[in-house]
């Protein structure tokens, strides 16, 4: 059901070629994003990512080659990001958040040929943590990269002026623009199909490894057009986001959207709330795009009662709105439910509105384009309105499917995505949102997966077995919590695992809280023999939740 509301798509093909050169038409030099000092415009996007992908033929990246991009949010990652889309090249994005062993992972399973990096940024040493996912790296000469750990690896391209004896300038690749002729850098471009595969997005799923979301050339640039008339955006305004680009709230609901719309991007190296709101009074930001707890971390700022934000007239922080914009009830304001396979939202109502009081806690209705289904998870039945089941979606955003997973695996023989969300969908179609079937743990925004997290607990050497579970948080919504225990005759201080985790896994997965036990008879159990898991989460929440 798509409830009467048109499905809306641009006028022309969507792919990232024609994309890019209509909007540096459209827009010109209205400025497209902002970091610092940098000004990139709509023009200057076109123009220098059009340069790049010359370069990146000049060098052998064709259409289907694998070229990864991990940098942080500014221009130089969607000049990146548009080069090689723009030639038909299947872009992975990479998290700047992983640790060596995620990063080491991810470039392998993704088949990375080609990768387009930054040095270091915020403390992070990515060439020493290239050398030490990649044994021999450092021995390799740039473009002739031959590692045993990472088959497929040819080369890797950095920005900035300290880059890796095996790595090239990206300077020196724009350079190699020369060689290949606007006129051909068109056709290549002409060639491509909105169904062609865009973008790989990882999340984590339900099982210890990360998932790689295909995304296409059409769903990624449709999806955010489509839903623009459910959202204030207008040209001339101007968005500030933390929200990485590498996931789809940044990279779709935030910027591709932005791009259709005129409006401009701003983004910082690091959200800090002083900062944060000096760039917004600076900046004139009119919406600010986030998550939850960054909201009370700009309020609660000892300077924000003398702040000018009388500019801000949009985004998801409420607090930050004008008093006669305020919904106030959060379960009254207009919400919407995605999730990284959809590309973002599949359900949503008009951004900002107050729902009737009969629609408290209502999701919203289906996207255009986009269908649902309440299923019951063991007979595959629907379930009328009202019985709560399994939330299943169909249509135009969904990814292409899993990378490296047959389809069959991953949809049903007729097409539909079970999501592992659990819900309901009333008589008038709105949806309900009422957490995850599985045991996905979701804090400030990001999810995570117990289990992977669990393998890593486990691999130190005084742990036995790790359960790793969610607890409540009034503003990260959900804290990761571990009960750890110890080989006979073990023990560690948690604090110091903690530690050791840091340098194991990114900072959002590692446990807030650690429950230590000497036994595994310490645990509660089940006749089954198994582990008492909501007995031992009960526990964790009772000790640790807020």
């Known amino acids: 059901m798509t409830d009467g509301r048109a499905f809306q798509e641009p006028n022309y093909r969507a792919t990232a070629g024609e994309f890019i050169r209509h909007i540096a038409a459209?827009?010109?030099?209205?400025?497209?994003?902002?970091?610092?000092?940098?000004?990139?415009?709509?023009?200057?996007?076109?123009?220098?990512?059009?340069?790049?992908?010359?370069?990146?033929?000049?060098?052998?990246?064709?259409?289907?080659?694998?070229?990864?991009?991990?940098?942080?949010?500014?221009?130089?990652?969607?000049?990146?990001?548009?080069?090689?889309?723009?030639?038909?090249?299947?872009?992975?994005?990479?998290?700047?958040?992983?640790?060596?062993?995620?990063?080491?992972?991810?470039?392998?399973?993704?088949?990375?040929?080609?990768?387009?990096?930054?040095?270091?940024?915020?403390?992070?040493?990515?060439?020493?943590?290239?050398?030490?996912?990649?044994?021999?790296?450092?021995?390799?000469?740039?473009?002739?990269?031959?590692?045993?750990?990472?088959?497929?690896?040819?080369?890797?391209w950095m920005w900035g002026d300290d880059v890796a004896p095996w790595a090239g300038r990206m300077s020196e690749l724009e350079e190699q623009a020369g060689k290949v002729s606007e006129a051909d850098l068109f056709e290549v471009e002409a060639s491509l199909r909105p169904n062609d595969a865009m973008l790989v997005i990882y999340t984590s799923g339900s099982t210890a490894e990360p998932k790689g979301v295909i995304h296409s050339h059409g769903g990624a640039i449709r999806h955010p057009f489509n839903l623009l008339p459910f959202r204030d955006l207008e040209p001339g305004d101007v968005c500030y986001t933390p929200m990485p680009l590498f996931w789809v709230g940044g990279l779709t609901y935030t910027l591709i959207s932005c791009m259709h719309a005129g409006a401009t991007v701003v983004f910082e190296d690091q959200f800090e709330p002083g900062a944060t709101l000096d760039l917004i009074e600076r900046e004139r930001v009119t919406h600010v795009i986030g998550w939850p707890h960054m909201a009370k971390a700009l309020t609660e700022h000892p300077s924000f009662g003398e702040r000018d934000l009388g500019s801000v007239r949009g985004g998801s922080l409420d607090a930050l709105l004008p008093a006669h914009l305020r919904v106030g009830d959060p379960e009254l304001r207009a919400n919407s439910l995605g999730m990284t396979e959809s590309l973002g939202p599949h359900s949503i109502e008009m951004i900002g509105s107050q729902l009737p009081p009969e629609k408290r806690g209502s999701f919203g209705r289906s996207v255009p384009g986009v269908e649902h289904r309440i299923v019951d998870p063991l007979s595959s039945k629907d379930k009328p309105p009202g019985e709560m089941g399994e939330i299943w979606i169909k249509g135009y955003s969904l990814m292409l499917g899993h990378l490296k997973r047959s389809r069959r695996d991953v949809f049903t023989k007729d097409g539909w995505f079970r999501t592992g969300d659990a819900g309901y969908l009333d008589a008038d179609g709105h949806l309900f949102f009422k957490g995850r079937m599985g045991d996905q743990i979701k804090s400030s925004g990001m999810n995570i997966t117990p289990r992977e997290v669990e393998l890593v607990i486990e691999e130190q050497p005084e742990v036995m077995h790790a359960f790793v579970m969610a607890v409540p948080h009034a503003e990260r919504g959900e804290d990761v919590a571990t009960a750890i225990v110890f080989r006979p005759g073990q023990t560690a201080d948690p604090a110091d695992i903690q530690a050791r985790l840091k340098q194991e896994m990114s900072s959002y997965k590692v446990p807030r809280h650690v429950a230590t036990y000497a036994s595994p008879q310490d645990l509660p159990w089940l006749e089954s023999g198994k582990v008492d898991r909501r007995s031992l989460q009960d526990s964790l929440v009772d000790r640790f939740g807020a």
Do not use: C
Request: hydrophobic content about 45%; proline content about 5%; overall charge negative.
């Open 26 to 156: 459209e827009w010109g030099d209205r400025p497209l994003a902002v970091l610092g000092d940098r000004r990139l415009s709509f023009a200057d996007a076109d123009i220098e990512s059009a340069r790049l992908a010359r370069g990146l033929l000049a060098s052998g990246v064709k259409a289907g080659t694998h070229v990864g991009l991990l940098a942080p949010n500014g221009p130089d990652w969607i000049v990146g990001w548009l080069a090689a889309t723009r030639i038909g090249a299947l872009v992975p994005l990479l998290n700047t958040y992983y640790k060596p062993r995620e990063l080491g992972w991810v470039l392998e399973h993704s088949d990375v040929e080609v990768l387009l990096t930054v040095g270091q940024h915020l403390g992070h040493d990515y060439v020493e943590r290239l050398e030490s996912v990649a044994p021999g790296l450092s021995d390799q000469k740039a473009g002739e990269i031959r590692v045993d750990s990472h088959p497929a690896l040819r080369s890797v």
